[in-house]
């Protein structure tokens, strides 16, 4: 996992990038310079001539860094260590904006993992801190990618829900700290 940095990087390659808020994708090209502001969960938030971006972690070389390693279960692992698994997975999966995981705002309603003949079906439900987010998909696309890493899953479904509204009671004192809520 990465932290909070101001850290200068100037593009290897050209790279597939999320402009935030509106989730929009866009191609930076190769050279482009700029600040890493956060990189959390393999993922990171960048600016780039005033502009902010998110770069996902399987295109962290374009920024001359190294992906998380993908996650493993034990031998004969059981649903617990998947479900285990899936949560992990869960919580390096960050706002671009804010640097607490979705987990730890409270974000992930629902997470079921369902036995199948081949494997494992896992089923998350999950809310934004606002209807509105343009992030939502991207933070739904980077959970199931993420999710999807795990052997022996098959199947991921995330959707999400606003029922109940998010607030920010759901969110964990850790979250509230980081935040300066609590």
């Given at each position: 996992?990465?932290?909070?940095?101001?850290?200068?990087?100037?593009?290897?390659?050209?790279?597939?990038?999320?402009?935030?808020?509106?989730?929009?994708?866009?191609?930076?090209?190769?050279?482009?310079?700029?600040?890493?502001t956060?990189?959390?969960?393999?993922?990171?938030?960048?600016?780039?001539?005033?502009?902010?971006?998110?770069?996902?972690?399987?295109?962290?070389?374009?920024?001359?860094?190294?992906?998380?390693?993908?996650?493993?279960?034990?031998?004969n692992?059981?649903?617990?260590?998947?479900?285990q698994?899936?949560?992990?997975q869960?919580?390096?999966?960050?706002?671009?904006?804010i640097?607490?995981?979705?987990?730890?705002?409270?974000?992930?309603?629902?997470?079921?993992?369902?036995?199948?003949?081949?494997?494992?079906?896992?089923?998350?439900?999950?809310?934004?801190?606002?209807?509105?987010?343009?992030?939502?998909?991207?933070?739904?696309?980077?959970?199931?990618?993420?999710?999807?890493?795990?052997?022996?899953?098959?199947?991921?479904?995330?959707q999400?829900v606003?029922?109940?509204?998010?607030?920010?009671s759901?969110?964990?004192?850790?979250?509230?700290?980081?935040?300066?809520?609590?």
């Amino acid at each position: 996992m990465y932290s909070l940095t101001s850290e200068p990087f100037k593009l290897d390659r050209d790279v597939e990038a999320i402009a935030v808020p509106t989730g929009e994708t866009i191609e930076l090209p190769a050279g482009v310079v700029g600040y890493i502001t956060q990189a959390l969960g393999g993922s990171f938030t960048i600016f780039v001539d005033g502009s902010m971006f998110m770069i996902l972690g399987h295109n962290a070389d374009a920024l001359g860094k190294e992906p998380l390693p993908a996650p493993i279960l034990p031998v004969n692992a059981t649903q617990q260590d998947v479900e285990q698994a899936v949560w992990a997975q869960l919580k390096t999966v960050y706002d671009p904006e804010i640097p607490v995981s979705i987990v730890e705002l409270g974000l992930v309603y629902e997470c079921e993992v369902k036995s199948t003949d081949s494997g494992y079906d896992v089923s998350i439900d999950m809310t934004l801190t606002a209807p509105g987010c343009g992030m939502g998909d991207v933070l739904v696309s980077d959970a199931a990618t993420k999710i999807k890493l795990i052997p022996e899953v098959n199947q991921v479904n995330c959707q999400v829900v606003f029922d109940p509204p998010w607030d920010q009671s759901m969110m964990s004192d850790e979250a509230k700290l980081e935040t300066g809520m609590l």
